[in-house]
């Protein structure tokens, strides 16, 4: 059952990189975090947290692109409830200067699904575990905005954020009342955002949190970047 004490998130994602950095930084806020990583017996960057901050750290078995795994997850939280739950699990293609044309099949649908419809699936099963006023959001990126594509490359992982963008907002649609984002957190060094990105971890997910914290208030749905500016859609 949800603490009287503490807000609740569920990272869906959290095992290492941002959505390790994201629960990190709401504990810090004082919040209790649900995490998801996808192999319960590897030890993780988030399973040192739990040792940090026993008893507001609960990991969870999830591989977002498992349907049967996702429908699993939504029982195990039928208890609970959550003041936000944000997917940022994602992934991209082995070589990110290929162009759509040249993508195979296989790994144009793996990215499609774990970028677009699994964070969908995840949103759809859990929507009714959160709070009708808390936020529900989604890790996108800035490339995934049309209106930004001046300059083309990771056309595959361009495409698989713009059609998540699309489902958040069909989504919404649906759900006008509940305060919704998708959020650009920028080039960041990470393992998919490579050693050249000019972002450090430290540097944005603590503003990032801080734009969710705000969001909370404001219902609908917004494409924000890191420092809570409105990204072109």
């Known amino acids: 059952m949800k603490s009287d004490q503490h807000n609740t998130i569920l990272i869906v994602g959290a095992s290492r990189g941002l959505g390790h950095a994201m629960a990190a930084t709401f504990l810090q806020h004082g919040w209790e975090v649900i995490g998801t990583v996808r192999d319960l017996s590897q030890t993780t960057p988030l ?3 739990a040792r940090t901050y026993p008893g507001r750290v609960r990991i969870e078995a999830l ?3 498992d349907n049967d795994g996702i429908a699993a997850l939504r029982e ?3 208890d609970n409830i959550l003041d936000m739950l944000f997917v940022n699990a994602g992934t991209t293609n082995r070589d990110p200067t290929q ?3 040249e993508i195979a099949t296989e790994e144009f649908i793996h990215v499609m699904l774990t970028n677009a419809l699994a964070p ?3 949103i759809e099963s859990l929507q009714d575990v959160v709070l009708p006023q808390g936020l529900i959001g989604v890790m996108s990126s800035g490339q995934g905005s049309l209106s930004n594509n001046t300059g083309g490359q990771r056309e595959l992982y361009r495409g698989s954020k ?3 963008n699309m489902f958040m907002r069909s989504f ?3 759900s006008a009342s509940r305060p919704l984002v998708v959020m650009a957190p920028g080039w960041i060094r990470t393992a998919l955002g490579g050693d050249d990105a000019p972002l450090s971890i430290e540097e944005t997910i603590p503003h990032l949190v801080t734009v969710l914290l705000a969001k909370q208030q404001r219902p609908g749905l917004e494409y924000l970047d890191y420092q809570g500016r409105t990204v072109p859609w």
């Open 76 to 78: 195990t939280l039928s």
């Open 47 to 49: 399973h040192h947290l």
């Open 172 to 174: 919404a649609a649906r």
């Open 99 to 101: 162009t759509i044309g």
């Open 162 to 164: 713009a059609a998540l």
């Open 63 to 65: 591989d977002i692109c």
């Open 120 to 122: 969908m699936r995840v």
